[in-house]
């Protein structure tokens, strides 16, 4: 077997098993364990982050790091896209 076949093969089981275990071990859909968190933001978004809208505070305001990697990630990808495709000039 090529190194290469191996190497795809543990790490196609990898990702089997994580998925297989992350189905499981999800919490039923609409059971809530903690809203402890959510009361906060339901409660204190407004004052805290100076939006009306509590979406817009959770994304921009108590997320924005994340949110911030995610446009970094995209312009990566769109970045990594437009050197791929360009026509290179002879």
């Known amino acids: 077997m090529e190194t290469r076949t191996l190497v795809a093969s543990i790490v196609f089981a990898m990702v089997a098993v994580f998925f297989f275990f992350s189905v499981f071990l999800l919490h039923p859909f609409g059971q809530l364990e903690d809203v402890a968190m959510d009361d ?3 409660v204190s978004a407004q004052n805290e982050t100076g939006t009306n809208n509590a979406v ?7 997320r924005g790091f994340d949110t911030l990697g995610e446009a970094t990630i995209l312009f990566s990808a769109v970045a990594g896209v437009l050197m791929i495709f360009r026509r290179v000039k002879e």
């Open 40 to 42: 906060h933001i339901i």
């Open 56 to 62: 817009t505070s959770v994304v921009f305001d108590y």
